[in-house]
Each structure stands twice: as C-alpha cells, then as structure tokens.
Nanobody, 123 residues
Framework: QVHLVESGGGEVQTGGSLSLSCVVF????????MAWFRQAEGKEREFVAA????????VFADSVKDRFTLSRDNPRDTIWLQMNSLKPEDTAVYYC????????????????WGQGTQVTVSS
C-alpha cells in the first residue's frame, strides 16, 4: 500500500521561504508522477507542480513558476518543494500525490494522496 507523508509546513512572512518534503512509502512502481497540490480555505484544490520520476522533468503552475522548485532524493523516495518569495496568496494546505499514470497530469486525478501540511504566509 502506497502511503505519502508531507512535512515542513509552517508560518512565514511575505517574501520568506519554506521547504516541504513528501516521503513515499510502499512505492513499487518505477515510473509515474509525483505532484503537489494546494487548497486554500473556501477554494478548490489547485495544481502546484509535478515531477516525472523517470526523466526528472518538472512542470509548474504559472502562479508559482520562478518561485518554487522541485527536487528528489531517490534512495529515500522523497521529493522536496522549495518555496521562495512567498506571498499571502500561497497560504493553503499543501498535498503531495503520486500516480503511476502520466495521464494523471492531464486529469489531475491522482491515485495516492498525503494528509496535507499547512502553509501560512502573513503580510
């Protein structure tokens, strides 16, 4: 059973930085995707970024491009979301997700999800 655990959330002032990690337990598939989503209070969940396991290629939402980066630690099945120049509108619960299907990036329907970690950016 695949299990994801996020950590690293917290509160930071505008312009600050945070690094979120997502550890994947029980992953037996070699390919597929890892992604981050976020959901602000009262709003729908939105895509933030994704990384393709085999190629290490990444894609970011326009709202975070040039401010957020993704990296991975293969032996530990961990991905990191580095968030810089944070804005109040980045405040949300951040979720990591994984799926064996590359098509999940189109449907945004990922099979496995973490429990989420809160990020709060104060002005």
């Amino acid at each position: 059973q695949v299990h994801l655990v996020e950590s690293g959330g917290g509160e930071v002032q505008t312009g600050g930085s945070l690094s979120l990690s997502c550890v994947v337990f029980g992953r037996t598939f070699d390919g597929g995707l890892m992604a981050w989503f976020r959901q602000a209070e009262g709003k729908e969940r939105e895509f933030v970024a994704a990384l393709r396991w085999r190629t290490n290629s990444t894609v970011f939402a326009d709202s975070v491009k040039d401010r957020f980066t993704l990296s991975r630690d293969n032996p530990r099945d961990t991905i990191w979301l580095q968030m810089n120049s944070l804005k109040p509108e980045d405040t949300a619960v951040y979720y990591c997700a994984t799926d064996t299907r590359l098509a999940a990036l189109v449907t945004m329907d990922f099979e496995y999800w973490g429990q989420g970690t809160q990020v709060t950016v104060s002005s």
